[in-house]
């Protein structure tokens, strides 16, 4: 007989697409690194490898965070808010850098005097992460 669905997905309140936001925060510093979409698939998925795995909106599936990269979250933790609409995974980036920019993370841009100023260094060019 087939596994039973795990009850505790059900609790996440899932957008009208099948998806729940999710936020990467290091799990040592509290630095935010990125923002993401996961559906079930993709959530069950992390849980079973302790590795994330996001649902890419614009390739329309699954997405191994560094499966090209090589840059990889390891979860620690994952929190649920009290609306049950967010997720909140506290990972280990491997490589140091989560966005596909080069960078540490996604939230490199702070607004100042009513313009972006970039605040983060490229770590890795681009090029040089993805051929």
């Known amino acids: 007989m087939p596994d039973a669905p795990a009850a505790w997905i059900d609790e996440i309140t899932w957008t009208a697409d099948g998806l729940v936001p999710v ?14 979409w996961m559906n079930r698939a993709a959530l069950e998925q992390t849980v079973a490898t302790g590795e994330a795995v996001y649902f890419s909106r614009s390739r329309g599936r699954l997405w191994h965070k560094g499966e090209q990269s090589g840059h990889v979250q390891r979860v620690h933790d994952i929190r649920l808010d009290c609306d049950g609409d967010v997720i909140l995974l ?3 980036q491997i490589g140091h850098i989560a966005c596909h920019t080069g960078r540490e ?5 702070h607004l100042h005097n009513n313009e972006w100023q970039i605040t983060d260094p490229v770590l890795k060019s681009p090029d040089e992460i993805y051929g």
């Open 90 to 92: 506290c990972i280990e």
């Open 23 to 36: 936020i990467a925060q290091d799990h040592e510093t509290g630095r935010i690194l990125m923002f993401a």
């Open 105 to 109: 993370s996604c939230f490199y841009r």
